[in-house]
């Protein structure tokens, strides 16, 4: 089962939060009652939440929601005969009970499903840009 949490970016600070300050923080309250410990509730509506994706990226870090991503792919043509190699960039996202990358102003990639993934790598947030 994946790891539950979830960062923050702060609307008037213009800050990025990170899941162990949204745990500590008075801007949150845990609520006791939902099964899941790790539920909470969002006090003041001037933070965007942003839900881990459960996958890190090649070098370890976490992947969310609202990330920029670096994805290397290849596959294999059957019509020439050869390997394909690409590379994508777009933003993570939740759509249709899954996450998704998302290129070009809301352009759904190409199916990921027979498609070898060789590397992915975050490299900004839609709210700090790229590293």
């Not at 949204?22 to 509506?45: E, G, Q």
Request: proline share 2%; with cysteine.
């Amino acid at each position: 089962m994946r790891e539950i949490k979830f960062r923050a970016w702060n609307n008037d600070l213009n800050k990025m939060w990170s899941f162990e300050v949204i745990k500590r923080s008075s801007t949150f309250a845990l609520n006791s009652d939902l099964p899941n410990s790790n539920n909470f509730l969002v006090l003041h509506m001037h933070l965007d939440l942003m839900q881990f994706t459960g996958l890190k990226d090649k070098n370890g870090v976490d992947i969310y929601e609202g990330d920029i991503v670096d994805v290397l792919w290849e596959d294999f043509n059957e019509e020439s005969g050869e390997d394909e190699k690409g590379d994508w960039i777009g933003e993570v996202k939740y759509l249709g009970c899954s996450y998704n990358i998302i290129m070009n102003n809301d352009s759904y990639t190409p199916s990921l499903k027979n498609i070898k993934i060789k590397s992915i790598s975050v490299i900004g947030n839609i709210y700090e840009g790229n590293k």
